[in-house]
């Protein structure tokens, strides 16, 4: 395609992709002279003399044409409609072939086949030839070509075709001579990168930060209060509510989350959501956001594991996960209490913050040791002094380091599986805690002392039998048949005391409590298998699916 408003010929290309059209080509006229076949031929074959080229000097022909790709066929062949010649061959008829240019791979060839007739219901072809349909720059062949037509052949669409429209006849031979020439010397360069700074590479898209404050405008608010979505819209609000938690927003849905932030205050599930969508950066957007959060429907417990993750970091947003948590019960808590141990590494504390953390541990721990060794239980008008005393002590302190405290020194169960907090010496003190942590040791050394037994019997010469009884052995020592109860590791509430080694057999009757100790596994799999199975009841048990 020429422009022609340019004093200079440019030619413009298109795609052969989005050209949504069959291809067309036309047959134009065929030059040459057809030879007769002698006597012998004739004689061997009677019929060739009723064919074509014994009834007249031209012969009524037609032409196929057939679209090829590696030898296979990407269409049915199409021929030419019939025409009496007399002088020449003479067809100039386009032929519209069943394919069309998108369904053209690079390597397309056009196979033309020239028949005569030859009897009834038979043809025999009088010659072929093939040519491509790209050129060596991939863009499709245009004008009139020559093609050299291989005579009593058909047309042949392999890679390497055996028919080539080309003609070789016009080709130089220079190849053949030899040539003395000068040597010349090429200059050798290497490539050398550049680099160009760009100064606004790492500055904000302005652009972007007006539409963004044109969208969280506080304007807008009024506006926003009272704005319903459409059945389209509210589907769009469904199906971003929907999505799971790994799932980012985009910024098209940030805005329409922000759009409708009123209207989504009575979905819980919404809440974790609009959180994501707020520029916390923004002192006045996360304003707004803080105060929406109170007039949010409560979220559920298990939801508010996704707040104390490290993508919120701002604090008003953890100390709400945190409250939410507080509904939780004990067992409940378990559950989850693996992970809300790693969102530790997330609470971020002031000095402030981290010595009244401090002292609010102390008070917890010497409450929680006086109601151990009590031996009356308190009255209800004593516990709600305590529990109010405490309240208004601790008032103000809604991290999750606090909570998980307050809770573990609570309950024995929870202590035991909070044994991560040992590490947090910045934050446990007092020789209450040293008690608690003397225990936690010594049920470290009663662990250490079983896996030392595993690899000395494991390294043990000789058969299962001798094994059994070396381990015997060594279990009879007096530090592990007799020693000061400690709390068992997977029943805080179990104490024990000692090991028996001479049973063989559990008995059921017997008042011993069989363990099973595993040497090799990850014990932080098991873990989160036991913790996976225990979700798998509950949820059951809720749905009441559970049989």
């Known amino acids: 395609m020429v422009d022609p408003n340019s004093s200079q010929e440019r030619f413009y290309y298109v795609y052969s992709c989005d050209l949504d059209t069959n291809l067309e080509l036309k047959v134009c006229t065929l030059e040459g002279k057809r030879e007769r076949k002698g006597y012998k031929e004739l004689l061997n074959d009677p019929q060739l003399r009723y064919s074509g080229v014994y009834e007249s000097e031209c012969s009524d022909l037609y032409v196929t044409c057939q679209v090829f790709s590696d030898g296979q066929p990407l269409c049915l062949p199409s021929r ?31 196979c033309f086949t020239i028949w005569d007739v030859y009897g009834p219901r038979k043809a025999i072809p009088v010659g072929g030839t093939t040519v491509s349909l790209f050129g060596k720059h991939g863009t499709q062949r245009r004008g009139m070509h020559d093609l050299k037509v291989w005579p009593g052949v058909e047309a042949d669409g392999e890679k390497n075709t055996t028919t080539p429209g080309k003609s070789t006849s016009g080709e ?24 160009v700074p760009d100064p606004e590479i790492l500055l904000e898209n302005l652009v972007e930060l007006k539409h963004h404050k044109l969208v969280r405008s506080i304007r807008s608010g009024t506006v926003s209060r009272d704005l319903k979505p459409n059945a389209k819209t509210r589907d769009q609000l469904n199906q971003i509510v929907g999505y799971p938690s790994t799932k980012v927003l985009t910024s098209e849905e940030k805005d329409l989350v922000w759009q409708f932030r009123f209207y989504l205050t009575n979905q819980k599930k919404a809440l974790t959501k609009f959180l994501k969508c707020v520029d916390w950066s923004q002192p006045q957007e996360a304003k707004q956001a803080i105060e929406l959060l109170g007039k949010w429907n409560p979220m559920d417990v298990e939801d508010a594991l996704e707040l104390l993750s490290s993508q919120f970091t701002n604090r008003a947003v953890r100390q709400y996960a945190v409250s939410r948590l507080k509904e939780a019960n004990d067992e409940d808590l378990l ?25 609010t541990v102390d008070n ?27 309240t208004s002590k601790h008032e103000g302190l809604d991290d999750l380091a606090s909570f998980l405290i307050t809770r573990a020194c609570k309950s024995d169960y929870l202590a035991n599986y909070f044994y991560c907090l040992t590490t947090l010496k910045k934050i446990l003190g007092g020789w209450e805690c040293t008690v608690r942590r003397k225990m936690l040791g010594k049920q470290q050394d009663f662990v250490n002392a079983i896996v030392r037994l595993v690899k000395e019997v494991s390294q043990f010469g000789g058969s299962r039998n001798k094994k059994v009884q070396r ?13 000061g109860p400690i709390p068992l590791l997977l029943d805080p509430e179990t104490k024990i005391k000692g090991i028996v080694a001479g049973l063989q057999r559990f008995n059921y009757d017997s008042p011993g409590k069989l363990t099973i100790f595993k ?9 989160l298998i036991l913790q996976i199975i225990r979700l798998m009841d509950k949820v059951t048990t809720q749905n009441e699916m559970h049989y």
């Not at 060794?373 to 005393?389: H, I, L």
């Not at 040497?519 to 873990?527: E, K």
């Open 80 to 110: 030419t409609s019939y025409k009496p010649f007399s002088t020449r061959w003479n067809w100039n008829e386009w032929l519209k072939l069943p394919v069309k240019y998108p369904d053209l791979p690079r390597n397309a060839q056009a």
């Open 172 to 195: 130089d031979q220079m190849s053949r001579l030899a040539k003395d020439a000068d040597d010349v010397d090429y200059v050798c360069t290497h490539p050398e990168i550049v680099r």
């Open 335 to 359: 559950l989850y209490l693996l992970q809300l141990v790693q969102a530790l590494r997330y609470e971020t504390l002031s000095s402030e913050e981290e010595k009244l953390t401090e002292n």
């Open 364 to 390: 917890l721990l010497e409450e929680s040791i006086e109601n151990q060794n009590s031996d009356t239980p308190p009255t209800q008008e004593v516990q709600e002094m305590k529990v109010s005393t405490t």
């Open 471 to 483: 381990l015997r052995e060594l279990l009879d020592a007096a530090e592990l048949t007799t020693f």
């Open 519 to 527: 040497n090799g596994d990850d014990l932080r799999q098991d873990q």
